[in-house]
């Protein structure tokens, strides 16, 4: 059983960064794929971001690729997500997840509970 915590999330004025830690227990961290997803207000939750367990694979949703970068650090079991050139739009409440790797949440079994992330105009 793998449990995930997220942290980093705020404020942030547009076109200001943040960068989202999530933090990994109880399993084999290397063995899973990680990703990041997010729901906006009223909306479904989407992929924004999702590595391979290496590192070496990534996937980013349009709307946020060339802005957020996916990384992760397998010996400390940690996971992040820097979110540069923020919009208003990025506003959502953003989960991590550990799966395999994919596009679709059915693609992961764990999931943080969220940190929410608020872009003011």
């Known amino acids: 059983q793998v449990q995930l915590v997220e942290s980093g999330g705020g404020l942030v004025q547009a076109g200001g960064s943040l960068r989202l830690s999530c933090a990994a227990s109880g399993g084999t961290f290397s063995r899973y794929a990680m990703g990041w997803f997010r729901q906006a207000p009223g909306k479904g939750r989407e992929l924004a971001a999702t590595s391979t367990w290496s590192g070496g694979s990534t996937y980013y949703a349009g709307s946020v690729k060339g802005r957020f970068t996916i990384t992760r650090d397998n010996a400390n079991n940690m996971v992040y997500l820097q979110m540069n050139s923020l919009k208003p739009e990025d506003t959502a409440v953003y989960y991590c997840?550990?799966?395999?790797?994919?596009?679709?949440?059915?693609?992961?079994?764990?999931w943080g509970r969220g940190t929410q992330v608020t872009v003011s105009s």
């Open positions: 997840a550990a799966g395999t790797y994919g596009n679709s949440q059915s693609d992961y079994a764990y």
